[in-house]
T-cell receptor, first 112, second 116 residues
Framework: DAKTTQPPSMDCAEGRAANLPCNHS???????VYWYRQIHSQGPQYIIH???NNETNEMASLIITEDRKSSTLILPHATLRDTAVYYCIVRARVGGYQKVTFGTGTKLQVIP | EPEVTQTPSHQVTQMGQEVILRCVPISNHLYFYWYRQILGQKVEFLVS????????KSEIFDDQFSVERPDGSNFTLKIRSTKLEDSAMYFC??????????????FGDGTRLSIL
């Protein structure tokens, strides 16, 4: 799986949009970008994934650059419950199992 | 929304004892996983399981570890002779199908294992 680079920490004011960047300059054509988060003391939670088009679901939006070398996870109206570590993960579609390789992620602190 | 459930939430065991961590994956999922997270460190992959056999295991998953799906609903991780360094959060996960886009994994909230 391609390597990703994320800032170690970010702050965001409650109610504002949180924009979490991720660099994945060595991504290959068959690799997807996945985002997970881990709220303190809980299991990781899947947020969203994409290949090359921008994606939106009820939790977040994912913006992938045209060259696919970077992406941004957007939480449109951050709440205190969004305080968590956010992981950007790149992995290919493979037959069979799919382990997830977690990095150190970005610790997002939402401030009242 | 269906969830992965893990029991117990906290397990305290004497060093050298055997421990079994239990998981109930989401019912229509086919792929099962165990991860662990030592306090303050990254979540690490241990093992994946499909069709009643191990698909892949990490170097952490040595001979003291084993997994089993004893019936149609449970998925267990056994640690035969626990060591102090086995103290960690252990997460079970399951996924519906291979590959994206359906391959996103659903995690349980973990079992905190404390070895004394």
């Amino acid at each position: 799986d391609a390597k990703t680079t994320q800032p170690p920490s970010m702050d965001c004011a409650e109610g504002r949009a949180a924009n979490l960047p991720c660099n994945h300059s060595t991504i290959s054509g068959n690799e997807y970008v996945y985002w997970y988060r881990q709220i303190h003391s809980q299991g990781p939670q899947y947020i969203i994934h994409g290949l090359k088009n921008n994606e939106t679901n009820e939790m977040a939006s994912l913006i992938i650059t045209e060259d696919r070398k970077s992406s941004t996870l957007i939480l449109p109206h951050a709440t205190l419950r969004d305080t968590a570590v956010y992981y950007c993960i790149v992995r290919a579609r493979v037959g069979g199992y799919q382990k997830v390789t977690f990095g150190t992620g970005t610790k997002l602190q939402v401030i009242p | 929304e269906p969830e992965v459930t893990q029991t117990p939430s906290h397990q305290v065991t004497q060093m050298g004892q055997e421990v079994i961590l239990r998981c109930v994956p989401i019912s229509n999922h086919l792929y099962f996983y165990w991860y662990r997270q030592i306090l303050g460190q990254k979540v690490e992959f241990l093992v994946s399981f499909y069709n009643n056999e191990i698909s892949e295991k990490s170097e952490i998953f040595d001979d003291q570890f084993s997994v089993e799906r004893p019936d149609g609903s449970n998925f267990t991780l056994k640690i035969r002779s626990t060591k102090l360094e086995d103290s960690a959060m252990y997460f079970c996960a399951s996924s519906e199908a291979t590959g994206a886009p359906k391959g996103s994994q659903h995690f349980g909230d973990g079992t905190r294992l404390s070895i004394l």
